[in-house]
């Protein structure tokens, strides 16, 4: 602390979890290792060049962990107990905004435990932050977990400068009204000075809650605020994120991963690779994907051994009851399906219920002709943006969900709604059958949108952005 009672960071950033993941070290120890994923990365420049902190949850309940400097960022780790495991994150999180957020796909949960527990956890992650932040700090809060963090900070830090961004899709306002402590979140976010989406939908969405659900005119994107006789404003804008293209562009192009990309390939024989990488939730049409392939095997359109679908689905929330639930639905499809179709030599899906590194996940992409993304609703699905940075060889073909922000720039994709599965099927098909020339046409368009516009682009945009906002 310094002298004036404030801290010394002047560029901080909170979000749920902390960018470390825990790792054995050579002396038996335990050390932290920078989690992958692109906002990390965009953001390692900004924290070194100011002195940076990150506030969040470092994973493990019950258990207080000093604050740590690690890669030039000082880490100030918020605890939680099991209880706000279960309730805050996996109860009001996860089982209540992220099924109201993404179009009520499965039916959210409102219980006033899990509530209770959210405002405590987010006054918790709020004074975390106000302890550290030097006077005048900028500080970005990150996603749907946090959404009241923005109002807390400022009643209990009015010089700072706040930011904050939902990863994920803000919903219609006649959906958002059935949360029953909409009007609380709305305030939380208009604590901010800039409150960023993935999507101009998301923006207006917002904008239309505020109006419906707090007394504040909108002035185009701005919001007129007025607390204790101050005049205020807050912005909502769209600023939509990318990812790391620098790093999947070097890795697609690192012999070992070409060379393991060519042993994926014979593994699986002289078939068509169609490809599917999500995390395994509800949200990603998993299903309709399987059922589509399933269908195109079913009707003879496809071959067994002409084509094989791999699906990874890394773990996901399993404590979560709709997502234990998912994963049987899932499993049960690809065993069906399997059972039906597989031969000796072949299978039909090969299905994967793990996470991989980076240089893995690379290897599939090169690997697969047709990247399929069927996604329900997605605030924007970096994946999609992944497949075509690996695309070096500005071929393959990506089939794209409409429901996804990534299809507002990836416009020559094969788009597609997954819900109509005879378009899927045909879309399918269509990028199996892609001539070249076509193919080549569309990847690099897609590649130019891709590669102008990384996760490092996302990030100054948004700090500009909330820089002005001080004017
Ligand atoms: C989405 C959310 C993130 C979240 C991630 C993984 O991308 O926007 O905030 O961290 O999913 O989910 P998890 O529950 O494992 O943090």
Request: glycine share 8%; net charge negative; proline share 5%.
């Amino acid at each position: 602390m310094d002298d004036g009672g404030y801290g010394n960071y002047d560029f901080i950033v909170v979000s749920n979890r902390l960018p470390v993941d825990r790792v054995a070290d050579d002396d038996d120890g335990e050390g932290w290792r920078r989690s992958p994923g692109g906002l990390v990365t965009a953001l390692a420049p900004v924290m070194s060049s100011s002195d940076g902190a990150w506030v969040g949850w470092h994973g493990a309940p019950d258990e207080n962990v000093e604050p740590f400097e690690h890669e030039d960022t000082f880490l100030v780790p918020v605890p939680l107990s099991e209880e706000e495991v279960e309730f805050y994150y996996e109860g009001f999180s996860n089982a209540t905004l992220w099924p109201l957020y993404h179009d009520v796909i499965a039916p959210p949960e409102f219980h006033r435990t899990w509530w209770d527990s959210y405002q405590a956890v987010n006054r918790r992650f709020a004074e975390a932050t106000a302890g550290i932040a030097a006077q005048g700090a900028t500080v970005w809060v990150q996603d749907y977990q946090l959404q009241l963090v923005p109002r807390l900070l400022r009643q209990m830090r009015p010089d700072l400068l706040i930011g904050f961004f939902n990863h994920i899709p803000f919903p219609p306002v006649e959906i958002f009204a059935q949360l029953p402590w909409r009007r609380q979140v709305v305030e939380g976010l208009l604590g901010a000075d800039l409150v960023g989406f993935q999507r101009a939908s998301d923006t207006g969405n917002f904008l239309r809650a505020v109006r419906r659900f707090t007394g504040n005119n909108t002035r185009q994107q701005h919001v007129e605020l007025r607390e204790d006789g101050v005049r205020r404003e807050c912005r909502a804008d769209t600023f939509p994120i990318s990812i790391d293209v620098a790093r999947i562009d070097e890795l697609a192009r690192r012999p070992d991963v070409l060379e393991r990309s060519r042993q994926i390939r014979d593994e699986v024989g002289n078939r068509k690779i169609l490809l599917g990488v999500d995390r395994l939730d509800y949200t990603k049409g998993i299903g309709h994907r399987i059922k589509a392939y399933g269908e195109l095997l079913d009707d003879g359109k496809l071959q067994v051994e002409d084509a094989v679908l791999i699906q990874v689905a890394s773990p996901s929330r399993e404590r979560v009851e709709s997502y234990r639930l998912l994963r049987d639905e899932i499993e049960a499809a690809v065993g069906r399906i399997n059972g039906t179709f597989d031969t000796m030599g072949s299978t039909a899906v090969r299905y994967l219920h793990h996470s991989y590194p980076t240089e893995e996940m690379v290897a599939l992409y090169l690997a697969a002709d047709v990247m399929l993304v069927t996604a329900l609703r997605d605030g924007m699905n970096l994946v999609a943006k992944e497949y075509v940075a690996a695309r070096t060889g500005a071929d393959g073909a990506l089939v794209l969900s409409e429901f996804t922000g990534a299809s507002d720039h990836l416009r020559q994709a094969v788009l597609v709604n997954p819900h109509d599965i005879d378009g899927l099927k045909e879309r399918i098909l269509q990028a199996i059958a892609m001539p070249k020339a076509e193919a080549g046409r569309r990847m690099r368009a897609m590649r130019r949108q891709v590669l102008q516009n990384d996760v490092e682009h996302w990030s100054q945009t948004f700090l500009r952005a909330l820089r002005s906002e001080r004017g």
